[in-house]
């Protein structure tokens, strides 16, 4: 039984129930796709454009790795062990939690306004010059004013946008574009893309911008203060200014 | 700390019940229309079944991507072969006239079908890709004759849910699901770019599935089975891949 504290602690509402379990599940989706996604690319670390691509062909670049596959290699060895098997099916059990857990976000952040209300940069704030202002505020190291425990600046609404809207949408197409099956119904799910090995490229492009968040994402929370803003992603409430202090 | 309302408490109960009844109906529903894998076990099997469920909704009928003759691919790759046997060799120095396609299982007429006779069948070509699941790839002319024509001659019977087929070499065995198998584009490839099946591509006889990745096109076929369960077929996965970790539906 939870008790509350004797000092009374006073907190606002910070984070929907709704966003808090789907961002939590996104995460764990995230991580796991992640791994298994360099596991299964560590069996063949080469690039191609177009729509065909292998070992005997000249790749638009590849990684200096070792290879779980004796039949490639990019001159540091093939001693990998091979984790394609349990890689590919975990990759696709967990590509089914990003998609369906991001159906329910999308579906209940248009139906109760989040995305306008809470992720789309306010009025004055919607420029470029809005956002270089944020962004040199942060470079300076100034720390999250106390406003901030409570919303999102600009350059945070508009990254949570294209994250949401553009990266995810994406890797996810880019996926897709691979499966044999799935390009025999949407052909143009890889043509628009350039072709079956192109789709494989943005794949990990995209994914090395979405590493990129993730990083980036993670450093400034822990600029913040990891465990508020952490805890307020758990709870779902902010401490005010007061108790802060 | 305002607790867990009585209204809450009724709402979750609620949410929870139609969702574990949900479940229920799904897991049901998917089983009378054959939406299930044979791996379907274990922590992955819920995101196979989605899988495979998915795709077969959404693909049915649907023909894999085919490309025009300046596509296919100058330098196809193919993972490397095991040395052959010496009866591989033998049949290879008579120019495989003495290899055999054997079809069994729930079928009316049992057949063993020579390269002759499955030349004799209508032979088709198509330029499609060959995908591995390691994420390379090439594409090539295939010339074969369709299975469902095979399977038209042995007369398959009306139980049967599945294709069972065999390679030459050891532990290497698949199948498809009637409607993979009966897909207008599963070939037994006999012929590849033009000319002959290389060995090195899997001849004189290959199972081409275009519709799936690499490792569903088994190489040196030699034995297919009609059968309406793959239970009794080694751990009852469906194929040798999940034996070996590798998922046996490969539409992804």
């Known amino acids: 039984m939870a008790t509350a504290s004797p000092r009374a602690i006073s907190t606002t509402p910070r984070h929907a129930a709704v966003v808090r379990i789907t961002h939590w599940l996104t995460v764990l989706a995230f991580l796991a796709l992640l791994i298994t996604g360099a596991e299964i690319l560590i069996s063949h670390p080469r690039f191609y454009w177009g729509e065909s691509g292998n070992a005997n062909m000249r790749p638009l670049f590849s990684l200096p790795l070792p290879t779980s596959r004796p039949w490639v290699n990019n001159g540091f060895g093939t001693a990998m062990p091979d984790g394609n098997g349990w890689g590919r099916y975990l990759h696709f059990e967990a590509a089914w939690v990003v998609a369906l857990t991001g159906l329910v976000y999308v579906l209940w952040g248009v139906w109760r306004g989040h995305f306008k209300n809470n992720l789309t940069p306010e009025r004055g704030e919607r420029s470029a010059g809005a956002l270089w202002r944020v962004i040199t505020k942060s470079l300076r190291g100034g720390r999250a004013a106390d406003d901030e425990a409570h919303s999102y600046n600009a350059l945070q609404r508009a990254t949570y946008l294209v994250v949401i809207f553009v990266l995810f949408p994406m890797v996810i197409w880019t996926g897709l574009a691979m499966s044999p099956s799935f390009t025999s119904a949407v052909p143009a799910a890889a043509s628009l893309l350039g072709g079956r090995q192109s789709a494989r490229t943005l794949h990990f492009v995209i994914t090395l911008l979405l590493v990129g968040f993730f990083g980036v994402h993670v450093a400034m929370i822990a600029l913040a203060g990891f465990w508020k803003r952490t805890r307020a992603m758990i709870t779902g409430r902010a401490r005010t200014a007061k108790e802060d202090a | ?252």
């Open chain 2, 1 to 252: 700390m305002s607790g867990l309302s009585r209204r809450k408490l009724i709402t979750g109960g609620l949410a929870a019940t139609a969702g574990i009844t949900g479940l229920a109906v799904a897991d049901r529903l998917a089983k009378a229309y054959g939406l299930v894998p044979p791996d379907a076990g274990g922590i992955f099997g819920p995101g196979e079944t989605l899988t495979y469920a998915a795709q077969s909704l959404l693909t049915a009928h649907r023909p894999a991507r085919e490309f025009p003759r300046s596509m296919i691919s100058k330098d196809p790759f193919a993972v490397p072969i095991a040395p052959p046997t010496e009866a591989f060799k033998k049949s290879q120095a008579l120019g495989f006239n003495d290899w055999r396609l054997t079809v069994d299982g729930m079928v009316e007429r049992p057949t063993a079908f020579s390269l002759a006779d499955l030349q004799s069948l209508p032979v088709r070509n198509q330029i499609t890709e060959v995908a591995c699941e390691e994420g390379w790839s090439y594409v090539a002319e295939w010339i074969g004759t369709p299975l469902s024509g095979v399977l038209r001659e042995v007369g398959v019977l009306p139980q049967a849910r599945y294709v069972a087929y065999f390679s030459v070499e050891p532990d290497q065995w698949d199948s498809l699901d009637m409607g993979e198998a009966l897909h207008p584009q599963t070939y037994l490839t006999m012929g590849m770019n033009g000319g002959e099946l290389p060995v090195a591509f899997g001849g004189p006889l290959r199972m081409r599935v275009p519709m799936q990745l690499g490792y569903k096109n088994l190489k040196f076929l030699h034995h297919i089975t009609v059968t309406d369960s793959m239970k009794r077929f080694g751990k009852g996965l469906g194929s040798a891949s999940p034996e070996g970790g590798y998922a046996w539906f490969a539409g992804i």
